[in-house]
């Protein structure tokens, strides 16, 4: 059971709208910021977005993060399929002094 | 560019060792923070530990499961981190992902801080352990 909490699949249609939320607490969220990475089936974790809700060069602008309070969320709009892939958010843990992982969300594109 | 380059994973009996390699191109990396991140089959992400540049001090943060186990260190003469693991157990089975730590920093009055998070990632190394 990990210290944060995502939900383990979402769904949504093509050309929709969806979020995923990432739980914490304040030893981590509550003080750190979040980044979050999208893994596509066989490959590695790519980084989508740091510090809450920056966006890496080459990144779509499809993908959005924010925060507030000791959770955070990703937003993709406008829903491909090529969007199916797990999604990872991370934290700095202030008590376990360690990055900590959220159990991930399997995004299916219906 | 940079990319990353894992070796050395295998098959290994429990209580075995094994050592990871990870090479490192396109970037300084004397001035690199690197990270290893596990995944193990069909399961999340698992953070391992990561290592400063020396110009930080060169020190090693390592997650729970592994503390003790596992070491992390650097030779950056050759551009190279390895994750030595040592008692191996069957649940230390899963890919090994090596990661550059990048910083985004900003100033706030007279103070600078920064924050760190895992950035180029590698394509992976697979470690069983039974």
């Known amino acids: 059971q990990s210290v944060v909490t995502q939900p383990p699949s979402v769904s949504e249609a093509p050309r929709q709208r969806v979020t995923i939320s990432c739980s914490g607490s304040?030893?981590?969220?509550?003080?750190?910021?979040v980044s979050w990475y999208q893994q596509l089936p066989g490959k590695a974790p790519k980084l989508l977005i740091y510090y809450d809700d920056i966006l890496p060069s080459g990144v779509s602008d499809r993908f959005s993060g924010s925060k507030s309070g000791t959770s955070a969320s990703l937003a993709i709009s406008g829903l491909q399929s090529e969007d199916e892939a797990g999604y990872y958010c991370v934290v700095w843990d202030d008590s376990l002094h360690a990055w900590v992982f959220g159990g991930g969300t399997k995004l299916t594109v219906l | 560019e940079v990319q990353l380059v894992e070796s050395g994973g295998g098959l290994v009996k429990t209580g075995g060792s094994l050592r990871l390699s990870c090479v490192a191109s396109?970037?300084?990396?004397?001035?690199?923070?690197m990270s290893w991140v596990r995944q193990p089959p069909g399961k999340g992400l698992e953070w391992v530990g990561r290592i400063k540049s020396e110009t930080n001090g060169g020190t090693t943060d390592y997650a729970a499961p592994v503390k003790g186990r596992f070491t992390i260190s650097r030779d950056d003469s050759k551009n190279t981190v390895s994750l030595q693991m040592d008692s191996l157990k069957t649940e230390d089975t899963a890919m090994y992902y090596c990661t550059t730590v990048q910083y985004y920093d900003f100033w706030s009055g007279l103070s600078q801080y920064f924050y760190y998070y895992m950035d180029v990632w590698g394509k992976g190394t697979t470690v069983t352990v039974s």
């Open positions: 396109g970037l300084s990396f004397h001035n690199a923070w």
């Open positions: 304040s030893s981590n969220i509550g003080n750190n910021a």
